[in-house]
Nanobody, 124 residues
């Protein structure tokens, strides 16, 4: 059974940093992809970034490129989303997702497994 558990959310002031973690269990296919998405109150869920496990290929949404960084620990099966220079508009529930296929990228329908989300609030 595949499970994804996000952690690391919280309240931070604008300009601050947070690191989110996505612990993946039950999915060990080396060509899998993990993505991060976020959903602000009253808005649709949007792509944040994705990383391939095989070659660490990463992709970012334009709104976070240069501020957010994805990395992964293949031994622990954890994907990290390090968020710097946070802005109030980054406030959202952040979800990680995974699929046993490479290059899922920004396509939500490509992901088979989703976590429950972790809330990030950025105060101005």
């Amino acid at each position: 059974q595949v499970q994804l558990v996000e952690s690391g959310g919280g309240l931070v002031q604008a300009g601050g940093s947070l690191r989110l973690s996505c612990t993946v269990s039950g999915l060990y296919y080396r060509y899998s992809s993990t993505g991060w998405f976020r959903q602000a109150p009253g808005k649709e869920r949007l792509f944040v970034g994705s990383i391939d496990w095989s070659d660490s290929r990463v992709d970012y949404a334009g709104s976070v490129r240069g501020r957010f960084t994805l990395s992964r620990d293949n031994v622990k099966n954890v994907v990290y989303l390090t968020m710097n220079n946070l802005k109030p508009e980054d406030t959202a529930i952040y979800y990680c997702a995974a699929v046993a296929a490479p290059m899922a990228g920004p396509f939500q329908s490509a992901y088979d497994y989703w976590g429950q989300g972790t809330e990030v609030t950025v105060s101005s």
